[in-house]
């Protein structure tokens, strides 16, 4: 199984460029999640789903949009990329027990 | 809401030094716990996690932890570090039933010196 993936990995967009995060699980997990990691602030939450269908916002969800149309599928979208936004992008997933992080996507905003 | 304090924010130790850190979170209630671990470049990674039972837990490469319910504490320790532990350490809390969302702490980077 390969767990979490996360696509793409790294990621260089200008000011005002839209893009979007894919992660997928292959664990049926009904709750994933978006993190974004920066410096000296530890992890925080953007958005997060408890089931297909269904988006909830975070600690910090402002810039950002998601979605969950398949049950594996979680897709974090930054419809107008701002330099606030460059940070390390993590999914998760999660059951009854830990979460399962993804590999991270490392993204700059110039 | 539920928080999580990880009151050491960065850590430097020599190998073999003797290692914990503190991790306290606030629901009143019945909660999993976790200890992730980040190493230099890499995704989170579990190290240990505590849902009901032994309150000391032991996890892998040697760290444990002990959860004291009137402390409402979990703190990770190790004996002896080495320099391959260096990393960013993670105390995670959520609360059982129901929908669940893990609510991390700040993180604590640890740092052996050879």
């Known amino acids: 199984n390969a767990g979490v993936t996360q696509t793409p990995k790294f990621r260089v967009l200008k000011t005002g460029q839209s893009m979007t995060l894919l992660c997928a699980q292959d664990m049926n997990h009904e709750y994933m999640y978006w993190y974004r990691q920066d410096p000296g602030m530890g992890l925080r939450l953007i958005h997060y789903s408890v089931g297909e269908g269904t988006t909830a916002k975070g600690e910090v969800p402002d810039g950002y949009n998601v979605s969950r149309l398949k049950k594996q599928n979680f897709l974090l979208g930054l419809e107008s990329a701002a330099p606030s936004q460059t940070s390390v992008y993590f999914c998760?997933?999660?059951?009854?027990?830990?979460?399962?992080f993804g590999q991270g996507t490392r993204l700059t905003v110039v | 809401a539920q928080s999580v304090s990880q009151h050491n924010h960065h850590v430097i130790l020599s190998e073999a030094a003797s290692l914990e850190l503190g991790c306290n979170y606030s629901y009143g209630g019945t909660v999993n716990l976790f200890w992730y671990v980040q190493y230099p470049g890499q995704h989170l990674q579990l190290l240990l996690k505590y849902f009901s039972g032994d309150p000391l837990v032991k996890g892998i490469k040697g760290f444990e932890a002990e959860f004291i319910k009137s402390k409402f504490s979990f703190n990770l320790r190790k004996p002896s570090v080495q320099w391959s532990d260096t990393a960013e350490y993670f105390c995670a809390v959520n609360e059982p039933g129901g929908y669940q969302k893990v609510t991390f702490g700040i993180g604590t980077k640890l740092q052996v010196i050879p």
């Open positions: 998760a997933s999660s059951y009854i027990t830990e979460a399962f």
